[in-house]
């Protein structure tokens, strides 16, 4: 009922994504998703937007999103920006982290509970800061973003670069 009223809210939000398979492996999301798990999952997930963990799903992973509301049993760690909610079917076992929690009579949370407030997001380098970062000219950072050689997104005129996607990047091409 709680994961319908849900959706309804998020419905201006956009359509949901239903995924009812069973699925291992890492899903990001880099854009907002009402994302809603009832099968099983083991791995990494990581969101922006909604997720809902249905009350027959069956999760094993790392959890980070903006806002969780878990009906099912999850084992590891969930990590929200905005909101975790525990409905009354939902059995955790490890670690969650959240500025709000919201836990329904009935929920079962065997683990440990950080009351945080809201979780940094991935700290956001601009054009100079990567090319002193790189130790390259900051012609050739815009010139990388123009190009697609660079993990980079546009905000307004401005380049705006990931640090832990920049990390990677740079790991990946020392490996070449």
């Keep these: 009922m709680r994961l319908r009223r849900q959706r309804e809210e998020a419905s201006d939000a956009g359509k949901w994504l239903e995924v009812t398979a069973s699925m291992t492996g890492s899903l990001t999301f880099k854009d907002p998703v009402n ?3 009832n099968g099983q999952f083991d791995g990494t997930l ?5 997720l809902s963990i249905g009350e027959k799903a069956q999760i ?5 999103g903006e806002r969780i509301v878990i009906g099912g049993t999850v084992t590891g760690q969930v990590s929200a920006t905005t909101l975790v909610e525990l409905l009354a079917t939902a059995k955790v076992m490890g670690k969650v982290a959240g500025p709000r929690l ?12 950080d009351m945080i407030g809201r979780l940094p997001e991935t700290p956001q380098m601009s054009v100079e800061e990567l090319a002193r970062f790189l130790e390259v000219d900051v012609s050739t950072i815009s010139q990388w973003a123009q190009e697609g050689r660079v993990p980079a997104q546009r905000e307004g005129d401005q380049w705006r670069f990931d640090r832990k ?6 790991a990946q091409e020392k490996i070449r």
């Design 35 to 37: 994302l809603q798990i």
């Design 46 to 50: 990581d969101t922006k937007g909604n």
């Design 60 to 64: 094993t992973a790392t959890i980070r």
């Design 102 to 113: 919201i836990v329904h009579e009935g929920a079962i949370l065997h683990g440990t509970l």
């Design 165 to 170: 996607q920049i990390e990677a990047w740079v």
